[in-house]
């Protein structure tokens, strides 16, 4: 799996948008993006993915440069609830081996959303 | 709602007592595996299971036995459980060999004094 690079903590004000980045310049034309985030020691939740176009759920925004080179996790109203560490993985879909579903975190970015 | 339950959140118990930490989905998923975490570590893959009766080792199974006799229960068993062991737990699925995403448990904190 393609090796991440993330600021490891940014700060963001109540209210505005939070804007995280990832950069995976050795990403594969078979990986997909993935961010997770960790509300202190609570289970790993999953946020968004994608492939190539950027893609939007109901908790964020995902943004894939054209490369796919970087991307940029966009939560567009932070809250003091978005305080965690958050985590862009990049992988293939079915890697098989010992990879098959293993979801490897690196160090991730703490946001802390202030009010 | 669809989750992935483990138990128990917590346990303090005794270096050779034996334990299980049960997890259960109800996703109808295939995939699960199990992960535990320490500070300065970050989360590091124990076991998985791509289906019933099948499972493998993942970077760190030493000291750690699982089992997959039906599809929705992943459980952990810790035989002869050492002062190493304690962590935080997580257990996780997910539908197949797709890209759809994990689903994580709450974790289970174990202390093995």
């Known amino acids: 799996d393609a090796k991440t690079t993330q600021p490891p903590s940014m700060d963001c004000a109540e209210g505005r948008a939070a804007n995280l980045p990832c950069n995976h310049s050795t990403i594969s034309g078979n990986e997909y993006v993935y961010w997770y985030r960790q509300i202190h020691s609570q289970g790993p939740q999953y946020i968004i993915h994608g492939l190539k176009n950027n893609e939007t759920n109901e908790m964020a925004s995902l943004i894939i440069t054209e490369d796919r080179k970087s991307s940029t996790l966009i939560l567009p109203h932070a809250t003091l609830r978005d305080t965690a560490v958050y985590y862009c993985i990049v992988r293939v879909a079915n890697a098989g081996g010992t990879s098959y579903g293993k979801l490897t975190f690196g160090q991730g970015t703490i946001l802390t959303v202030h009010p | 709602e669809a989750q992935v339950t483990q138990n128990p959140r917590y346990l303090i118990t005794v270096t050779g007592k034996k334990l299980t930490v049960t997890c259960s989905q109800n996703m109808n998923h295939e995939y699960m595996s199990w992960y535990r975490q320490d500070p300065g570590l970050g989360l590091r893959q124990i076991y998985y299971?791509?289906?019933?009766?099948?499972?493998d080792k993942g970077d760190v199974p030493e000291g750690y036995k699982v089992s997959r006799k039906e599809k929705r229960n992943f459980p952990l068993i810790l035989e002869s459980p050492s002062p190493n062991q304690t962590s935080l737990y997580f257990c996780?699925?997910?539908?197949?060999?797709?890209?759809?995403?994990?689903?994580f448990g709450d974790g289970t904190r174990l202390s093995i004094l």
């Open positions: 299971s791509m289906n019933v009766e099948v499972t």
């Open positions: 996780a699925s997910r539908l197949g060999p797709t890209h759809q995403p994990q689903h």
